[in-house]
């Protein structure tokens, strides 16, 4: 009889790899949901705040994964040759594929009480924020969370913050920021081209458009076996479901909690495949009024979108315009705006440094711009009040303005701007006194604090902020967080016209998950007007990059570069910032 395997010398449980090779696969999903239950514990544990950001991240990552890490680990390949993914993760990983099980995580969960417990499954529910509900409405599960959730309870006791946070971690669904939405549609597309063998993949949907926040990635594909492309997406990250299928779609339900859209094009119809895929449904039904219904028209050729538009004697419309609102009449009146680009842009006027809550020096963000190509970079490190982000004191500002004067004066053919991010307090004065004011090149001024102050008091405190003649700029205008908190209440209509009327300028923040002014208010006051600074709010040298989330939402609105304040040239800039 044969002796049975081995492995490091001893005979192997054959019976445990007889279990093993029986057990169903584990999807990437299943194994950073674990790894997402765990670290949320873990920070009910009082435990290091930066082990469970680690946990939370590889979670992350770990959806946007091709690649089965299930087989990998059956294979012993190497996990931590995968950023975010140290030896700890990497453990905990092979532990929950080996065992089916992660030890850590199932012990925390019999330790923790009931309540705490059934919160677990919800990886996205912040647990402290929960037992406060809990502690309040004398609850104790998630069933009745869900249905004070559902009565509006949560809302009216502790606010719409909170209760889109109940409402986003409750929902086994849920959507992606756009910039995470990047490295999920490169990793597919070559999951597409690669192991499904298409000859051609392209994304289209939301977010060809750029839209802030997407449901669904949708892909047109080129292959001349659809079928085998659907068998062979089914295997991408461990596992992925479909959902429904037809001879030329597919709909799969992604591990990162959204949905994937496969369309079948050819050569011969690809560029009516794009725009049927692209454009919003408002979109469609006004371009339909020109070219009759699109599924008509798949047996013609268009090769590309645009022989499409040609075809109907349309000028190409890009696609973050592809929203139904004015381009299509734009487009057959040769009237379309030209949408401003990365080269437009000549600087950056929201950056931090270590004088605040930044990460690199004055003169490094000042390099790191100036290696972009840019000619200037405004410093707004944060205003006194704000302490949590180490606020800048009176008499330090005025030291970072002389320590500024004097690097200009070694510098030729760029300049450093004296700037800061200024509070706006709750009565509506800003956080400085005028004189000191007066020294800088502009400011940012933002709201920090009171978010919860209603729609008419919140609006009066910008627009007593805005009376002040050294304010520039309102950054970040509505506070938003996406997918974690809708911003404070403002009438925005009455915002823009005092702007107008005072002088002043909006931002588009870059970081992409405020991504605010959205696209509709940066098109309000543009047609109003009212100029717009698109910053990256940069905290590092590496964000600087992020500009170009801030362009998308500038394109997404139909701004031109002449709607833009720093694309214009600091003389010019100088100018109008003075009021």
Known sequence: MAAPPKRNGRAMDVDAESNRAERASLSNAEIADRLASLAQLLSTQNENPYKVKAYRRAAARIRTFAESLDEMVREEADLTRFAGIGEGIAAAIREIVTTGALGKLDKLREQATPAVAGISAYPRLDPKRVMRIYKKLRIASVD??????????????????????????????????????????????????????????????????????????????????????????????????????????????????????LQRGDKNNWGIHMV?????????????????????????????????????????????????????????????????????????????????????????????????????????????????????????????IRFIDKLNGRLHGFRILKSSEVDILADGSLDYPDDLLKELDYTVCSIHLRFGLGREAQTERILRAMDNRYFNILGHPIGRLLLKRPGYDIDIDRVVDHARANGCFFEINSSPDRLDLSAENARRAAEAGVMIAVSTDSHSTGEFGLIRCGLDQARRAGLEKSAILNCLPWPQLQRLLRR
């Open 276 to 400: 049927a895929c692209t454009g919003s449904k408002a979109h469609l039904r006004k371009l339909t009024t020109v070219s009759g219904p699109l599924r008509s028209l798949t047996g013609e050729a268009f090769p590309t979108e645009a022989a499409f538009y040609r075809k109907f004697e349309l000028a190409y419309i890009e696609p973050e315009l592809r929203e139904g609102r004015d381009e299509v009449r734009q487009a057959g009146a040769g009237q379309l705006p030209k949408l401003v680009a990365l080269d437009d842009i000549r600087g950056d006027l929201h950056a931090h440094t270590t004088s605040s809550d930044g990460s690199h020096s004055i003169e490094a963000m000042a390099a790191a711009a100036r290696k972009r190509g840019y000619e200037y970079v405004g410093i707004s490190d944060h205003s006194q009040s704000l302490k949590i982000a180490r606020g800048v004191a009176v008499e330090d500002l005025w030291a970072q």
């Open 144 to 261: 009745e969370l869900k249905a004070q959730l559902e009565n509006g309870t949560i809302q009216q006791v502790f606010g719409a913050r909170m209760a889109q946070h109940i409402q986003q971690g409750l929902t086994e669904t849920h959507a992606l920021l756009l910039y995470h939405a990047d490295d999920l549609r490169d990793a597919i597309e070559a999951f597409l081209v690669g192991p499904c063998g298409a000859a051609r993949a392209e994304a289209a949907g939301d977010y060809r458009r750029r839209v802030e926040v997407i449901d669904e990635l949708v892909f047109v594909v080129e292959t001349g076996d659809f079928a085998r492309v659907i068998a062979r997406m089914q295997r991408y990250g461990g596992r992925t479901p479909i959902l429904s299928s037809g001879a030329d779609s597919a709909f799969f339900a992604l591990s990162s909690g959204i949905g994937l859209r």
